[in-house]
């Protein structure tokens, strides 16, 4: 056998093997190559720009690592760390409960389930701006179902996007509505991955539903509930669309929408401080990294 | 080692193709990505154009074409028989640019090419883009039309001392009000001649109608009408000549108290957003607005059957004899030097802004108002005019065009505006005295922009 295969090795012509060693990076390389022009290069760019000062429209002089510093004692990157995290820190569990209740309910056997799924979904597949529109129009015009409904329990029909103890609240509920689709489905792709052997099993042992659910679906879904909390934390620190068109670049009344997306956004192309803008930029992935890391580490602990 | 079979060449493919289409399968939530800023254009240090010297250039022969972007070419495809039967050289091709011109025409200006010959621009984006240093200084062809043209407008087209551009859309401002709700409630609005007259107005209105009729929306986290009514007394957010920042003087602080007076006396509607504004219209509980001679265009767009009950007076004065007119809004038609058409360009911006014949059609054909002193005295704006109920509003609007102090919008503009919005809703929501936030304001946009 081995010198039959010795001999057919040495039929091979040299430039088919070559194109075989090579094909599989030839057919991935139009991916990487728009990467790295329109990711790779961005990102390295912008870090290289946030040790620069940035005359009118260009790259200015070299200052190290001054717009870090000028960061760490700006209010308003602070304002805006704390309000993104304030807005995450209800957001967050508050997605992950509802999707995964969502998905353990739409996993079993109803009779419109489709239909649920779909118009559950709807939001996610929405424009970013068209949300923004809608929910502005909701929470601020006299006119809509909002003040409507309100106007039933006797309260004013005003603008709510005015008062500033509305704004967070207002903000975490347009997202939950609009990112509870793509969650479920996460959900749902790590509940079916379940055996149904082990439902089965606890039926049999007398568990009720709810038992099951906490204590086979939880701790078999650890890895992807912390999956989704992670997308849902980077999320946070990302989001512009939505709260720029409720709220517009100055955040709301006390800047109480100020996430650091917004913030980022404004300096860079209200006050054209680009130099400034990356560095906040970055300091904002590196809260991401570390939010990620933490969530990774305890759910590592969850799934033992 | 297998040769490559068909089969699983054609698998290959299919992989390849279906992995790049998921990657650039775009919308998928949060992405792990960190968002740092794609910067503007990667550009080379641009040579700055200098400001093409008109007379040096021997005058081209042949046909030329000038480009022009704007956001309403309408009325420039209106006049352009006119043109061309006048000055058949100089081709004029319009570009429509509803979309985001300015970002396009910054870019432009920055990366040094790309620009048009002519563009549109806001008033408040003028010095941005005269700060690049890409705009021509038109100040030796504008020369001969320094006193012909209404001084706030020609101030608007001007940064640190040189003319960059043509204004257009001229933008007077007046007291609108309803005829038919001052008749119902017995209101002259001939006696509103102080702001303390217009609060008694609202006074009056609230209390006769249930609290139903306010004069208009103050919005929060506005800039408007605070900072234009501030113009109104000669001053603003910046100072006209140094630039120094005075949104903390007397005069902001004395706008700011009218606000928030409107604001507590309940004569206003409380931020009720654009929407519910227009629905006011409707429902006649807006009964005297303050706005520019373009709010006529906005009522008539959402509420049509409103044209005809609406009137207009000079707007109330500070103080007894004090101006009575103010703008709100506004544009110029800025030229970019790149193309170095700039004496075939402004030629046409000389006719279709700076002469009779040509601002006509502007109106006619584009709502777009006057920005010549002498139209005053024209026919065209001498006849009554049916949305105001037949009132020869139009001659009103073209004297108090020539009254509005010249005002600016400074290059920190966009910035200063978001701070100047914050402390208006601090004054409104009583966390702050009028003077105590614009104190605090102007100190942020000091700090922030590097000025005193």
């Known amino acids: 056998m081995a010198g039959t295969l010795v001999a057919s090795t040495r039929q091979v012509p040299s430039a088919s093997r070559l194109w075989l060693k090579a094909a599989p990076y030839l057919f991935i390389s139009p991916f990487y190559f728009l990467f790295a022009i329109f990711g790779a290069f961005p990102i390295g760019y912008s870090l290289w720009i946030s040790f620069h000062e940035w005359r009118g429209l260009r790259v200015g002089e070299f200052v190290g690592l001054r717009n870090y510093a000028l960061l760490l004692v700006d209010p308003a990157f602070a304002r805006a760390v704390v309000n993104t995290a304030a807005i995450g820190l209800v957001y967050v569990p508050a997605m992950t409960i509802l999707s995964l209740t969502f998905a353990a309910i739409l996993s079993r056997e109803l009779r419109l389930r489709g239909v649920y799924r779909t118009g559950i979904f709807l939001p996610v597949v929405t424009s970013g701006v068209a949300v923004g529109i809608l929910f502005q129009f909701f929470f601020a015009s006299p006119y809509s179902p909002f003040n409507a409904v309100l106007g039933l329990f006797g309260l004013p029909a005003k603008s709510w996007i005015g008062e500033e103890w509305f704004i967070k609240p207002a903000i975490v509920v347009m997202l939950l509505w609009r990112w509870v689709g793509s969650n479920m489905m996460i959900m749902l792709a790590g509940i079916q991955t379940i055996s149904q052997e082990l439902y089965e099993a606890a039926r049999i042992d007398g568990a009720s539903g709810v038992q099951s659910f906490f204590f086979i679906t939880i701790p078999l879904m650890a890895r992807v509930i912390a999956f989704a909390m992670i997308l849902s934390t980077i999320g946070m620190f990302n989001l512009f669309d939505e709260v720029y068109l409720v709220v517009g670049s100055g955040g709301g009344p006390y800047e109480a929408g100020l996430v650091t997306g917004l913030l980022i956004y404004r300096t860079a192309f209200e006050t054209f401080k680009f130099g400034y803008a990356s560095a906040i930029a970055y300091a904002v992935g590196v809260i991401i990294i570390a939010l990620s890391m933490l969530q990774i580490f305890f759910s590592e602990r969850t799934a033992r | ?385 049916a949305f105001y109920g037949g009132q020869k509003a139009l001659k009103l609007y073209a004297e108090l065009n020539s009254q509005i102090p010249p005002y600016t919008y400074g290059k920190g503009f966009l910035e200063a505006s978001r701070i100047v919005g914050s402390a208006v809703t601090f004054a409104l929501d009583g966390k702050k005295s009028p003077k105590e936030a614009l104190a605090d304001a102007a100190k942020e946009i000091r700090q922030k922009q590097g000025l005193d």
């Open chain 2, 1 to 385: 080692m297998r040769r490559l079979s068909r089969r699983l060449f054609l698998a290959q493919g299919a992989a390849g193709a279906s992995a790049l289409l998921l990657a650039t399968c775009a919308g998928q939530p949060p992405t792990p990505t960190p968002a740092p800023v794609k910067p503007a254009a990667p550009a080379p240090a641009p040579t700055a154009t200098p400001a093409a010297a008109p007379a040096a250039k021997p005058p081209a022969t042949g046909e030329v074409t000038i480009t022009l972007w704007s956001w309403f070419n309408k009325p420039f495809t209106a006049l352009m028989p006119k043109w061309n039967a006048k000055n058949p050289r100089v081709k004029v091709n319009l570009v429509d640019m509803s979309g985001e011109i300015h970002q396009k025409v910054l870019t432009a200006l920055t990366a040094g090419s790309g620009a048009p010959d002519i563009t549109g621009s806001q008033d408040y984006n003028l010095p941005i883009l005269a700060d690049t240093g890409g705009l021509a200084d038109i100040s030796r062809h504008i020369a001969p039309y320094r006193d012909k043209i209404v001084p706030y407008k020609l101030n608007n087209g001007s940064y640190k001392g040189k003319v960059y551009s043509v204004p257009w859309d001229g933008s007077p401002s007046g007291l609108y009000h309803r005829r038919d709700v001052f008749e119902q409630y017995k209101i002259d609005p001939e006696k509103i001649e102080t702001y303390d007259d217009y609060v008694a107005v609202g006074k009056k209105l609230k209390d006769a109608s249930g609290g139903k009729v306010k004069l208009f929306n103050i919005a929060k986290e506005a800039w408007s009408p605070l900072v234009n009514l501030t113009w109104q007394q000669g001053g603003g957010i910046y100072a006209a000549d140094s630039g120094k920042v005075i949104i903390d003087d007397d005069r902001a602080v004395r706008t700011l108290t009218l606000i928030k007076r409107l604001w507590d006396e309940g004569v206003v509607h409380q931020n009720i957003g654009g929407e519910a504004t227009n629905a006011t219209y409707k429902d006649a509980t807006t009964a005297a607005p303050p706005g520019a001679i373009w709010l006529a265009n906005g009522i008539v767009g959402n509420a049509p059957e409103t044209s005809g009950k609406w009137g207009v007076n000079p707007l109330p004065a500070f103080e007894k004899g004090g101006t009575r007119t103010t703008a709100f809004g506004g544009s110029q038609l800025a030229v970019p030097g790149q193309g170095k058409l700039v004496d075939e360009a402004f030629s046409f911006l000389e006719f279709t802004q700076l002469s009779q014949e040509g601002s006509t059609i502007m109106w006619t054909d584009g709502n777009l108002f006057p920005v010549l002193k002498d139209a005053v005295n024209w026919s065209i704006l001498n006849e009554p005019v």
